[in-house]
């Protein structure tokens, strides 16, 4: 299908420029590329999706527009802006010194503004926003323990829920939560983000904290190839400033829960650092 969608746009193979779990991405012109929507995903969570990016409000940082959205023989595409800047995680493979303390810098307080994309109406539901089927609860605690028990009956994982529920605070407002907030997802140039990208499945309404959280863990050496010892240590030191270290401690716990639905591949890298955090893996 993603033949038939490319000659559709005159396009071959060649103008690939990347892919995730849900979509891969090609590039049109200087202005647009294509997002196709890997085979098997439901396009409800595309529609899903392109209704998100659609409430996201004007920000100093750019988010994917959608130009057009359709569906041919059940796969979902959309046609969007091409923002500007590379990947953080590519550009961290070449930035030293001042400089790339100042783009990690700029990565954490980018992640302070993601809670104010959208604004939320009062009473709206906790829960994910980007997904065919999503778990939606009225408190946030609720959506908190049906959120991580899909993801850990994955692999059956057992952990003591209570206690880490118990040490986090349910906000009163509801805030987007970007869940993969990482140097794969923003882009960059220089030492200054660019756009943030790949709100969807990973998107929910929840408690804003979590989203300088998820920054800070995404520079985990183990997790994010291209980050460094040091790297993660400014961004401990950066965090610590803005969330107290009982927070922080649950919210990663929480986190390991929430992301060990990826061992349906159990050498990710980021499975094997949910193992150590819940304390089912030593090492």
């Avoid at 996201?56 to 979902?76: C, H, I, M, Y």
């Avoid at 983000?193 to 929840?206: E, K, Y």
Wanted: charged share 20%; net charge negative.
């Amino acid at each position: 299908m993603s033949d038939a969608l490319l000659s559709r746009f005159g396009m071959t193979e060649s103008a690939f420029l990347g892919g995730g779990v849900e979509a891969d991405v090609f590039l049109i012109d200087k202005q647009s590329v294509l997002r196709i929507e890997k085979p098997g995903r439901d396009p409800k969570a595309a529609q899903h999706r392109v209704d998100l990016l659609s409430k996201l409000t004007n920000a100093q940082f750019s988010v994917p527009k959608v130009r057009e959205f359709d569906v041919l023989e059940g796969v979902a595409f959309t046609v969007e802006d091409r923002l500007e800047g590379e990947p953080m995680s590519q550009t961290l493979k070449t930035l030293h010194g001042g400089a790339r303390q100042d783009l990690i810098l700029d990565y954490l307080d980018v992640s302070l503004q993601v809670g104010d994309l959208m604004t939320v109406s009062s009473g709206a539901e906790f829960g994910e926003l980007g997904t065919a089927v999503p778990i939606r609860r009225k408190r946030f605690h609720d959506f908190l323990r049906a959120r991580a028990e899909a993801s850990l009956a994955v692999k059956s994982l057992d952990v003591d829920l209570d206690s880490i529920l118990s040490q986090v605070e349910s906000p009163e407002n509801a805030a987007l939560v970007h869940l993969d907030y990482c140097p794969s997802n923003v882009l960059c140039e220089g030492n200054r983000i660019t756009a943030v990208l790949d709100f969807g499945g990973t998107s929910i309404l929840g408690a804003d904290m979590f989203n300088p959280v998820v920054a800070k863990l995404f520079l985990t050496p183990a997790i994010t190839p291209q980050a460094t010892p040091s790297d993660l240590n400014l961004a401990s030191e950066w965090l610590t400033s803005h969330t107290p270290q009982d927070v922080q401690d649950a919210v990663t716990e929480w986190l390991a829960c929430y992301w060990s639905f990826c061992g349906t591949n159990e050498a990710l890298p980021l499975y094997q650092w949910c193992l150590r955090t819940l304390g089912l893996r030593g090492g």
